[in-house]
């Protein structure tokens, strides 16, 4: 069985920690795309590629076999008022569609 290449946008979070430990152990690749490429390598040290948004690429994407968006807002931080739930909206929506416009710009790829 060949390991997987794994990009995870949003890796920090509570879940995506205890995700990106359990691909790890099985011997995956994992790039981790954050807003804090500090706070990526404090969680994960070298054992992750660590990215920023603005570093994420066509050709990140294209030696990607697998993508997890786990990236937005905290959900349990703070109460959920109009203003609050427009940053939970709008952080996923964000991200989902800067991900999704760059695996749009390599068409339709054979499978590995």
Do not use: Y
């Amino acid at each position: 069985m060949s390991h997987l290449r794994i990009l995870v946008a949003g890796g920090t979070g509570f879940i995506g920690q205890a995700f990106i430990e359990s691909r790890l152990e099985l011997g995956d690749k994992i790039t981790v795309v954050g807003r804090d490429k500090t706070k990526i390598v404090r969680c994960f040290t070298n054992s992750v590629t660590a990215l920023q948004w603005q570093e994420l690429n066509l050709e990140t994407i294209k030696n990607t076999d697998v993508i997890v968006n786990l990236a937005g807002a905290n959900i349990g931080d703070k109460r959920w008022t109009k203003k609050r739930k427009k940053i939970i909206l709008n952080s996923r929506v964000n991200t989902t569609q800067q991900i999704a416009a760059l695996c749009a710009k390599l068409g339709k790829q054979a499978p590995r």
